[in-house]
Nanobody, 124 residues
Framework: VQLQASGGGLVEAGGSLRLSCAAS????????LAWFRQAPGKEREFVAL????????DYADSEKGRYTISRDNAKNTVYLQTSSLKPEDTAVYYC??????????????????WGKGTQVTVSS
């Protein structure tokens, strides 16, 4: 099982990045896919999730309107398009997955699989 995140980097405030996460080793189409992030000295926090077919999305309040999550089940890949980035968005961004029978969860404890993360740094 692997979740390989990529697309992070250094960007100026107001800029954007597109993060990708490729899933392998499990039937990703049966899983809710999510993004979390963790800033230095802070707990890991929920960013966004997307349902199995892509029809359901959910975002943390601070990301609504700035981030867009999407998925391509043919490629077993989930994306996070970020925009209007702020220095406080600086964090390691992790993708995660939990098996779903129609339910979906925002909490890290509910995730079955985790990727290693990709660093996003926003300069002021």
């Amino acid at each position: 099982v692997q979740l390989q995140a990529s697309g992070g980097g250094l960007v100026e405030a107001g800029g954007s990045l597109r993060l990708s996460c490729a899933a392998s080793g499990f039937a990703a189409s049966l899983y809710v896919l999510a993004w979390f992030r963790q800033a230095p000295g802070k707990e890991r926090e929920f960013v966004a999730l997307i349902g199995r077919s892509g029809g359901l999305t959910d975002y943390a309040d601070s990301e609504k309107g700035r981030y867009t999550i999407s998925r391509d089940n043919a490629k077993n890949t989930v994306y996070l398009q970020t925009s209007s980035l702020k220095p406080e968005d600086t964090a390691v961004y992790y993708c995660a997955a939990h098996y779903s029978n129609g339910n979906y969860y925002r909490t890290a404890e509910r995730m079955n699989y985790w990727g290693k993360g990709t660093q996003v740094t926003v300069s002021s």
